[in-house]
T-cell receptor, first 116, second 110 residues
């Protein structure tokens, strides 16, 4: 059973550049959430996608955008990178909520982004 | 505002020395409390979901419990391979996002 996969593993970018991170959900899952984890902190919710639409968004600026494809995979795009965007970016997959049932989120290994 | 506080920030145990980690939360309409384990440089690994006060879940040396204000992760006779950061997260009604605490870094010495 394939788990959540993310690419690339590591990435180094310069301030002002743009970056795209990719995520494939766990087999059978149709919902993808993205989180940012700074060193020594818990993950912070960026947004969630299902049915190819952004369903919920956390307190992140518009520089952070995403997309979900028909095969449920997802991309996270960050424009005009700042030094403070350096973090571990985590993708989590789950089943979409149905009839009030909440499902567990399973995380991928993350992409370590360093902005210099 | 929804808040999750974990204590202690760090905990050192000797192998076989049982202890508990605490997660206190403030959230309106709790719709699930989640425990994850995270190894350095890796993504969180799902451990447990608790939905209502009084509920308990067990897995090997770990046992999670839930009250109306907090959750405990009990570790019985830990081994060095239990060393990791343990994260607690909550989800409230009407929301799909997880709100995480900062975690407790557990070190188990042989």
């Amino acid at each position: 059973d394939a788990g959540v996969t993310q690419s690339p593993t590591h990435l180094i970018k310069t301030r002002g550049q743009q970056v795209t991170l990719r995520c494939s959900p766990k087999s059978g899952h149709d919902t993808v959430s993205w989180y940012q984890q700074a060193l020594g902190q818990g993950p912070q919710f960026i947004f969630q996608y299902y049915e190819e639409e952004e369903r919920q968004r956390g307190n992140f600026p518009d520089r952070f955008s995403g997309h979900q494809f028909p095969n449920y995979s997802s991309e996270l795009n960050v424009n005009a990178l700042l030094l403070g965007d350096s973090a571990l970016y985590l993708c989590a997959s789950s089943l979409a909520p149905r009839k009030g049932r909440a499902y567990e989120q399973y995380f991928g290994p993350g992409t370590r982004l360093t902005v210099t | 505002e929804d808040q999750v506080t974990q204590s202690p920030e760090a905990l050192r145990l000797q192998e076989g020395e049982s202890s508990s980690l605490n997660c206190s939360y403030t959230v309106s309409g709790l719709r699930g409390l989640f425990w994850y384990r995270q190894d350095p440089g890796k993504g969180p690994e799902f451990l447990f979901t608790l939905y209502s006060a009084g509920e308990e879940k067990e897995k090997e040396r770990l046992k999670a419990t839930l009250t109306k204000k907090e959750s405990f992760l009990h570790i019985t006779a830990p081994k060095p391979e239990d060393s990791a950061t343990y994260l607690c997260a909550v989800r409230k009604g009407g929301s799909e996002k997880l709100v995480f605490g900062k975690g407790t870094k557990l070190t188990v010495n042989p």
